[in-house]
């Protein structure tokens, strides 16, 4: 059974750190790309980054770029999501998603996701 | 960024109706657009992709048409777990996006 579990969110200061993690179990996590959602308080849904197989590509939503890293190790089958100057704004749920090349570029299983609050 | 707009923002339906979303995007997209159900404490569920194509496991009723701006996702016989909020994501160029949502409601 295919799954991808988030951890690592919690309360952060504005201006500090925090690294998400993702474990994905059930497929070849070497073989897809993978990607990071998150969902405000009350807002919509915003794609945040993704990052290619073997992490040579990468790219990042607008409102998160520069601050926030995306990266993986396939050898352990994770995803991570390095989050730095953090913003009252970047509180969300942040969700991981497998992301599926076929026709067009599909996120087929998602996580339950992990809340990260941003106050002081 | 590629801006996209749905519409309504809101609707309220009774069970068995037929539900119509539309969702357009700021430039053309070809068909690179999915569309995804999302509910309270649940993870994002995948509906549709390349703008028609049922997901495996997705009910029928849920049906996509579309392409270059304008895109449409239609529940037919609406049922009272389709209570939501629906997303359409284009995956045309980065950075991805995502439209506002349409939260449906049940009568």
């Known amino acids: 059974e295919v799954q991808v579990v988030e951890s690592g969110g919690g309360l952060v200061q504005p201006g500090g750190s925090l690294r998400l993690s993702c474990a994905g179990s059930?497929?070849?996590?070497?073989?897809?790309?993978m990607t990071w959602v998150r969902r405000a308080p009350g807002k919509g849904l915003e794609w945040v980054a993704n990052i290619k197989q073997d992490g040579s590509e990468r790219y990042y939503g607008d409102s998160v770029k520069g601050r926030f890293t995306i990266s993986r190790d396939n050898a352990r089958n994770s995803l991570y999501l390095q989050m730095n100057s953090l913003r009252a704004e970047d509180t969300a749920v942040y969700y991981c998603a497998r992301e599926r090349e076929i026709q067009g570029n599909l996120l087929d299983y998602w996580g339950q996701g992990t809340l990260v609050t941003v106050s002081s | 960024a590629i801006q996209m707009t749905q519409s309504p923002s809101s609707l309220s339906a009774s069970v068995g109706d037929r539900v119509t979303i539309t969702c357009r995007a700021s430039q053309g997209i070809r068909n690179d657009l999915g569309w995804y159900q999302l509910k309270p404490g649940r993870a994002p569920k995948l509906l549709i992709y390349a703008a028609s194509t049922l997901q495996n496991g997705v009910p029928s009723r849920f049906s996509g048409s579309g392409s270059d701006t304008d895109f449409t996702l239609t529940i037919n016989s609406l049922q009272p777990e389709d209570s939501a909020t629906y997303y359409c994501l284009q995956d045309y160029n980065y950075p991805f996006t995502f439209g506002p949502g349409t939260k449906v409601d049940i009568k």
């Open positions: 059930g497929f070849i996590f070497s073989t897809y790309w």
